[in-house]
Each structure stands twice: as structure tokens, then as C-alpha cells.
């Protein structure tokens, strides 16, 4: 067990508020780390954790998408030991309702503000060698569905910016991975509900031999990535997705 022991080290988690943000904070919590959590609502990012023993759990309100507020969060962050990319947005839409304006917005925040975040964490000195950086992608970075294109389009680039951000940084001894969730019950899973309807969104957990994750089933697989048990692990994706892609 000491393997996975993250005591000693502090853990960056972006997009903290959701609920894959919120069930890493406290897994890594939980496993001894600390956590600078960040999130543009203050109110909501307070909440993340309210029993968070100060010198445990940071929260920092930063808007990632913007330059400044990357900057800004750059220069307040301590040394860290780990990333983790958490934040994103998910647009559905069919391939003929695509425009640039919903590309460029998309591809901000799912894939400009982690790859731009960690490339100045690791200019700026903020990233401690043996450290761990952990993209969230999605299952759809390589596996297709409909209505997807841009969210796909978006994490597959993230997958592939994890593989060659791995090789750059393998002589600083930090590792960079990404990890590939399913459905997971969450405040996208109920966006996508809304978009695609109970019926189909029925039909689609019938796909998955496990059914729907729960976020804690995408935090564990996390730590573990964070965790000296995976130091030999880098640039690769871990699929956590109750055997969707086994079919």
C-alpha cells in the first residue's frame, strides 16, 4: 500500500468542482496528498471539500481559458508533484449543426488550457522531477459516436499531446499519461441525457458490460497514476470505461 501513499505530495486538480474534480480532490486527499483544487466559481469550489484540513486542500478561483488567468495561476502555484487535467466541456451536436465558433471554444478548454498549463508549469520550474501529470480525456478520443465530432476531436488531441509531452519531459523523470473514462455519472452524463434523451441514453449504458461508472471509479485509477506504483508508466492512456471498448 505505500506505493499508492501520496503523503508529501501536492497535487494540482483542475476543473475541481465537477464531479470527476471533486472524487480526485478527495481521493488524493485520501491517500495523503495535498491539493491546490481550481475552478472559476468560488462558491462552488469552496464547497468542493468544507472539511478539507487547511494545510491539506487549497482552493484557487482561475479561468483557464484565458492567458491571464493561466499566468496568474502559474505564478501563485507551490511545487507540485502532480497534475491533474479535470476541467472540460462536452458540446453535442450532429456533423451538419458544427461551426468554427463551437470548435474554437471547445478545443480551449478540452485541449488548449491543459496542454498551455502544464508546458508553463514545466518553464516555470513548478513541476518537481518524478512528478505526474494525468490528462482526463474520454473514450471518444478513439472510439467514435454520434453527435461527438468535436468533443472526440478534442480529447483525441489531448491523448496525442500526452504522448509526445511524456517523451519531452521523460529526462526531467515527470510522467505524463492520460486516462480514457466512459459514461460516468456525472453533470455531463446528465447534459448528454438531455441531449440524447432516457431512451437512448438506456440504450447506451446497455453497451457497457458494467453499466455507468461512478466518479470515484475514475479517481482511483488516478491516484494510481499520481502514485511511485506507476513510475514506470509514462505516456500511455489508461482506458477506465466497464469494458465499453472490450465489445
Known sequence: ??????????????????GIGR????????????????????????GVFEDAVSEQFRPVVADLVAPAGREELVR??????????????????PASFLSSKKLRALEAINYEAPVLLTTALFKAGKLNPGGSVVFVASVTGF???????L????????????????????????????????????GMV??????????????????YPLGFGEPEDVAWPVVFLLSDASRWVTGTTLVCDGGFTAR
Request: hydrophobic letters at 45%; proline letters at 2%.
Open 190 to 207: 446528465e447534459q448528454a441525457a438531455g441531449a440524447l434523451g432516457d431512451e437512448a441514453m438506456a440504450a447506451h449504458e446497455a453497451e
Open 1 to 18: 500500500m505505500a506505493l499508492f501513499d501520496l503523503t508529501g505530495k501536492t497535487v494540482l486538480v483542475t476543473g475541481a468542482t465537477s
Open 76 to 93: 501563485e502555484l507551490p511545487s507540485l508533484d502532480g497534475i491533474v487535467h479535470c476541467a472540460g466541456a462536452l458540446d453535442l451536436a
Open 23 to 46: 472524487a480526485v480532490c478527495r481521493g488524493v486527499l485520501e491517500a495523503g496528498g495535498a491539493v491546490v483544487a481550481t475552478g472559476r466559481d468560488g462558491k462552488r469550489l469552496d
Open 143 to 149: 472510439s467514435g459516436a454520434k453527435g461527438h465530432v
Open 151 to 186: 468533443y472526440a476531436g478534442s480529447k483525441g488531441a489531448l491523448i496525442a499531446a500526452g504522448r509526445s509531452l511524456a517523451i519531452e519531459l521523460a529526462s526531467k523523470r515527470i510522467r505524463v499519461n492520460s486516462l480514457a473514462p466512459g459514461m460516468v455519472r456525472s
